[in-house]
């Protein structure tokens, strides 16, 4: 895409148009590798692609008019240059990111989870970190109280990891857009 000198005053316009709409669509960047990187909303995709820093990779059908330009609403970008990342630090489980890798389900039970639960309880040294964290129903929860599973004569029904990119992602931003699952796969 090439950017005419006016240019700049609209990418000015496009920011307010985008900012002015009731939903904020969001753009996934990768890296120049195809790394997933970051999700940033979409106007700030608009920027990086007219600055020539990103390509476009997909877009929305919807697309934004003004004077000289035609603009698809971004969904995918990629930087032109790739950008050194520093070995990203384990995210730590949130409640919101635990209810969605657990679907909101007791992982004790299979009955609605209303509680997080650390499998080692905190009080015996367990970690906050998703291998010691599920969601559970207020039941079992009130059962186990300080003791382990195996103590209250409980059973995890799986074995509580990481999510998966995608997981964590919507955790984060609310939705994933179908056009990011290729690139978040894995
Ligand atoms: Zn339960």
């Not at 006016?6 to 969001?26: Q, S, T």
């Not at 635990?98 to 080692?120: L, S």
């Not at 509580?160 to 056009?179: D, E, Q, Y």
């Amino acid at each position: 895409m090439t950017v005419p000198p006016a240019a700049r005053a609209e990418v000015r316009a496009f920011r307010i148009l985008l900012a002015i709409g009731d939903r904020m669509p969001k753009a996934l960047v990768l890296n120049a590798t195809y790394e997933p990187l970051c999700v940033v909303p979409a106007r700030r995709a608009v920027v990086l692609v007219l600055g020539e820093k990103a390509e476009l990779i997909r877009h929305d059908d919807r697309v934004l008019h003004s004077q000289f330009l035609t603009v698809p609403i971004p969904s995918v970008i990629r930087l032109r240059e790739y950008v050194k990342v520093p070995r990203r630090r384990r995210v730590s489980p949130s409640r919101r990111a635990v209810f969605m890798r657990d679907d909101h389900t007791c992982q004790y039970c299979g009955q609605r989870a209303e509680n997080i639960d650390h499998v080692i309880p905190r009080s015996k040294g367990g970690p906050h970190v998703w291998e010691n964290v599920v969601a559970s129903c207020r039941h079992c929860n009130g059962r186990k109280e300080n003791r382990t599973p195996q103590e209250a004569g409980l059973r995890l029904r799986t074995k509580p990891a990481a999510p998966r990119p995608h997981t964590l992602i919507a955790a984060l931003v609310g939705s994933v857009h179908p056009h990011w699952m290729e690139y978040l796969a894995g």
